[in-house]
């Protein structure tokens, strides 16, 4: 399910943005650890950039810990979980990752849309708001449903083609927003029609619903997300260090 993504110096440096399309790979599992990432060329010729472009995204991952470079052996993953401002602890995709799960991301659809009066969204965001809906995979099995709301103004720079692989915080943070407070709901309910049928449930099983409000630095909401987990198929860990 690996989307080819356009790298383009308007987005910024090209090293960074591979560097971060890898990164991503790296901590949902679609590069394990103990395994190799794609060779170099491989990796030239999928986003289409030079060797050098690739060589410096390699190196940032070497320094940041996930990655370990050996003459003639390749370049293997040594690391798959990574610091989180959202929690002290792993974060949830981390420790399935780790028990050598494959997390995969599936942009179904990212729009500018009109808020009904009566919703969550025209209360948070006014008449209109950007909507990015994603289906996550456990294993190549439909797991999580995500529907993410935001403030469409402020999300001008990101293309959905951004949205295939690209973590959705970094892109928020790519747009000079700071993240600094988050605040999740969480509750048993029945998905719309449209979810239960792209998780593949029977129509009127309980999921956990995930609800996620984000704050900037000045304490206004930038996205607001309504999560529906299949909790048969995997329970939702939270897990903590103190």
Do not use: W
Request: charged residues 30%; aromatic residues 10%.
């Amino acid at each position: 399910m690996n989307v080819t993504v356009n790298v383009t110096r308007k987005k910024g440096p090209l090293y960074l943005q591979v560097k971060n399309i890898l990164k991503d790979r790296i901590l949902h599992g679609i590069y394990p650890i103990d395994t190799n990432i794609p060779s170099e060329p491989q990796l030239e010729s999928e986003f289409n950039v030079s060797k050098i472009t690739v060589r410096n995204a390699i190196k940032e991952l070497v320094q940041e810990g996930f990655l370990e470079t050996k003459s003639g052996k390749g370049t293997k993953v040594i690391r798959n979980t990574s610091a989180s401002k959202l929690s002290k602890g792993k974060r949830f995709t981390e420790v399935l990752v780790e028990e050598g799960h494959k997390i995969q991301k599936q942009l179904l659809q990212a729009e500018v849309i009109c808020n009904q009066e009566d919703t969550e969204p025209y209360q948070l965001f006014g008449e209109h708001c950007l909507r990015i809906e994603r289906l996550y995979h456990l294993d190549d099995v439909p797991y999580i449903h995500y529907t993410h709301y935001l403030d469409a103004r402020r999300m001008e720079g990101i293309e959905p083609s951004d949205l295939h692989v690209q973590s959705l915080y970094g892109l928020i943070e790519g747009q000079d927003i700071s993240l600094e407070r988050f605040r999740d709901g969480f509750a048993v309910a029945v998905a719309p029609f449209h979810v239960e049928d792209r998780l593949r449930v029977k129509k009127g099983t309980p999921l956990l619903k995930r609800s996620r409000y984000s704050y900037d630095e000045t304490g206004d909401v930038i996205e607001y997300s309504e999560g529906y987990y299949n909790t048969e198929m995997q329970h939702y860990v939270v897990n903590y260090d103190v």
